[in-house]
């Protein structure tokens, strides 16, 4: 019995060694990283913030190539529901950039490609707090979904990269279960650009996406965003980066409602370690009506300055102050102010974005 | 003599008809929040209370049909009676989603109904300790409905607790309403107050 275990033990060894699929960190197979991602959010004035400090989310990661056509990644994320941490798959996708030319496709569980911060784990963000549109429309991070999506590089002596994509469908935004079957999937197209003027290297883009939900709600959105950044001496000088997003929404029984909002942040390095940040947030409902029919004054709007440290790619440390300033369908005005404390950190290799 | 007598009774009628009750029925009113009245089988108005049966919809609307808020109800309800309050419909109260408390004799029951759903879901047992202070006189209903999830998610706490998950009475994902608007429908209840603000509970 103990050399048969003995034979069994070896051969595993051997075939680890020898396998093509021996997963060990650094050799290009497989990949590991881990990003902890935690907040502080204290009441300035108002009651809007939770007044503690806690890990908003811990992502784990494995990615690597699969064989010599195809890419998998696998993530798994703790966020913290209620006091309580909950592990849930993220993301799990297979992809691949190397079957046809100049095209690239994942199918599995992703954030989808629309807009800027969607296509980001949300500890990659430029600040801390998800501005208010994004909240509104999206969820407190990207949207999430299963399906598949293609990416087609297009040619032209410009960039332009087209990617269609269409998902289940079944939830969109925070839900607590798995959702119901939709009318229709989800789908959307995402056109992304680039060009250089001197130094300003500029990324717009621009998005639109259809829902069709169980209970017969139609949603449409309609996005556009612009990033630019001045890169000098190896770290970003100067960095832009806004969107603005118009959703119209019609029940199944009841009046169509069309929201729009914008959010703009604009930051400057002092050097790779230290930057400083504004972010200016807008949101409201341009179909809103009293029982009369007449048209009621309403909207969000948040400023959100910062301040941030990052000793290098794996670590970050940032303040920043969000005023936020509502007008409610009641005809009140409600001002509140946290302070936000942010620590983020990444073990092992995070895959980097292309800009 | 017979002209002063005729003119003392009209001075005297008129004297009684613009007399000093403050009750009325009128096609709107204010509870603190305006409101227009929908239907009106016997509903009374004061300057701080509603009562009757009848029906009445909030004039401001809620931010958004994707949106949050949190409803507070002080009310009570006479044997036989019952209060619906319906959030997120359409300006007629339709199509919104409804909390039913209703009461006969010594036992006090809750539902909610959804649009497009064929029969309440019966909420009984968990708003146990409000559906007691139905039957003994006033109860104040707290209650968030989350309308951009989908099932849209409404949340019941009693008056004592905090505005946590855990310490709802109720959270049930159900359904969503259609519209922004909200009002009540009462049937020999009296309501005394109420308000409306953010949700309590915000999902993280």
Not at chain 1, 25 to 47: C, I, P, R, T, W
Not at chain 2, 59 to 77: K, M, N, Q, R
Request: negative net charge; aromatic residues 10%.
């Amino acid at each position: 019995m103990q050399n048969i275990r003995r034979i069994i033990s070896a051969s595993v060894v051997i075939l680890a060694i020898t396998s093509p699929h021996h997963c060990f960190a650094g050799d290009g197979g497989l990949k590991f990283s881990v990003a902890v991602d935690m907040v502080g959010e204290y009441n300035a004035s108002g009651q809007r913030a939770s007044d503690k400090f806690q890990p908003r989310i811990v992502d784990l990661m494995a990615y690597g190539a699969i064989d010599p056509y195809f890419d998998g990644l696998m993530s798994l994320a703790a966020h913290n529901e209620n006091g309580q941490s909950i592990f849930e798959l993220h993301e799990a996708y297979i992809s691949s950039d190397r079957l046809i030319p100049m095209t690239n496709f994942r199918a599995g569980q992703f954030f989808l490609n629309i807009g800027r911060l969607s296509r980001f784990h949300q500890h990659e963000w430029a600040f801390t707090s998800t501005p208010l549109v994004h909240q509104s429309f999206f969820g407190n991070e990207g949207v999430l979904d299963s399906g598949v999506e293609l990416s087609i590089l297009i040619p032209s002596s410009s960039f332009f990269e087209l990617t269609l994509g269409a998902t289940n469908g079944f939830t969109f935004g925070h839900s607590h279960d798995a959702g119901s079957k939709p009318k229709q999937p989800t789908h959307y197209a995402h056109l992304l650009s680039f060009f250089s003027l001197g130094s300003l290297d500029v990324q717009p883009g621009i998005s639109a996406l259809t829902r069709h939900a169980s209970d017969g709600r139609k949603s449409d959105f309609l996005g556009i965003e612009m990033t630019g950044k001045v890169n000098t001496q190896g770290f970003v000088r100067w960095l832009t980066q806004s969107e603005a997003w118009y959703r119209r929404v019609k029940p199944k029984s009841g009046e169509e409602e069309v929201n729009v909002g914008l959010y703009s942040y604009l930051q400057y390095g002092f050097s790779s370690r230290f930057n400083t940040g504004v972010r200016f947030d807008y949101l409201t409902n341009t179909t809103l009506k009293d029982v009369e029919g007449k048209k009621v004054e309403n909207w969000q709007r948040a400023i959100v300055p910062s301040v941030a440290y990052k000793p290098s790619e794996f670590s970050l440390f940032r303040l920043s102050y969000n005023h936020r300033n509502v007008m409610t369908p009641l005809g009140q005005e409600e001002n509140t102010s946290t302070i936000e404390i942010q620590t983020t950190f990444v073990l092992g290799a995070h895959p980097t974005h292309a800009f | 003599m017979k002209l002063r007598k005729a003119l003392y009774f009209l001075t005297l009628l008129t004297t009684i008809s613009c007399g000093g009750s403050s009750s009325s029925n009128n096609d709107s009113g204010s509870l603190p929040l305006s409101y227009s009245v929908l239907s009106n089988t016997s509903l009374t108005q004061a300057d701080s209370n509603v009562s009757g049966s009848g029906s009445l919809v909030f004039s401001s609307p809620l931010a958004s049909v994707t949106g949050e808020s949190h409803f507070t109800v002080t009310s009570s309800i006479e044997d036989g009676g019952s209060l619906k309050l319906v959030v997120y419909s359409d300006a007629q109260l339709s199509s919104g989603v409804e909390l039913l408390i209703s009461r006969s004799g010594s036992t006090a029951t809750a539902s909610v109904t959804v649009p497009g759903s064929t029969s309440s879901t019966d909420v009984s047992s968990q708003l146990s300790s409000v559906l007691n202070d139905v039957i003994t006189g006033s109860f104040t209903l707290r209650v968030d409905m989350h309308n951009g999830e989908q099932p849209g998610h409404i949340l019941v706490w009693v008056a004592d607790k905090s505005a946590t998950l855990g310490d709802a009475s109720l959270s049930e994902e159900l359904g969503n309403g259609a519209g922004t608007y909200w009002g009540l429908s009462l049937n020999q209840a009296t309501v005394t107050d109420v308000s409306v603000g953010n949700a309590q509970h915000e999902d993280e």
